[in-house]
């Protein structure tokens, strides 16, 4: 199997308001199709941030045109993005597997991991992307072992103060060694105490790791 890791930047309705509203996002496309010139893209998304930059994101996007089917629930939203001009996902061939969910920074950058068991379909398939798009840069393309590559949850189910205190901790470095933040910085972030703050980080680490261990079994 070949994997490849991707950086990706372009006109997209999910990473343009990830810049504007300062949130990170980590969805999932599913079964993408063109019809007629137009690229239907229907994806899962899970917003991450604070919480009235989340609203304000929502909102807009509710008022895009491009988007259609949108139902939400919490933080994640589904929805079918339809675009007349080209996008990534009208590139997407039936032999190219995203081996994990799409996360997409407060800059609108995707961050890809995708494999194919033919590595021609996958250097072709970037290929086309660089033609077409600016910024599409290569972290890596290797062979890889089958049990490196693991599929976890999309969108876990945690509470919504345990993903702000999880998302909030991996943002400012506390997974990090040496940690750049601690606990009581995280707190006063959130604007919770110590006790409180470190509970629902606790929480949401206890759902998380399971998938973690199994992926490293």
């Given at each position: ?51 009235e ?5 929502l ?31 009208t590139?997407?061939?039936r032999?190219?597997?995203f ?20 590595k021609p379909?996958?250097a ?10 600016e910024?599409?840069k290569?972290?890596?393309i ?6 490196d590559?693991t599929?976890?949850?999309?969108a ?29 910085k ?12 470190r509970?629902?980080?606790k ?9 973690l ?5």
């Amino acid at each position: 199997m070949w994997i490849s890791s991707l950086r990706v930047k372009h006109d997209c309705v999910i990473g343009n308001r990830c810049r504007e509203f300062f949130v990170t996002t980590v969805g999932m496309p599913f079964n993408v199709f063109v019809e007629k010139g137009t690229t239907f893209s229907p994806q899962i998304q899970t917003l991450q941030g604070k919480e009235e930059n989340i609203k304000r994101f929502l909102e807009d996007l509710k008022r895009d045109k491009r988007v259609t089917s949108l139902e939400r629930e919490g933080n994640s939203v589904f929805f079918i993005e339809r675009r007349k001009e080209k996008i990534p996902a009208t590139f997407y061939h039936r032999k190219i597997l995203f081996v994990k969910p799409v996360f997409v920074d407060t800059d609108g950058v995707e961050h890809w991991e995708i494999a194919s068991w033919e590595k021609p379909i996958l250097a072709d398939f970037i290929l086309d992307l660089q033609k077409e798009f600016e910024s599409v840069k290569v972290a890596k393309i290797q062979q890889t072992k089958l049990t490196d590559i693991t599929f976890g949850h999309l969108a876990p189910k945690l509470s919504e103060h345990q993903k702000r205190a999880v998302n909030l901790a991996f943002e400012n470095g506390f997974y990090e060694w040496p940690k750049r933040t601690n606990l009581h910085k995280l707190a006063k972030k959130m604007g919770l105490s110590v006790p409180t703050y470190r509970e629902h980080l606790k929480r949401a680490e206890e759902k998380l790791m399971p998938d973690l261990m199994r992926s490293i079994e």
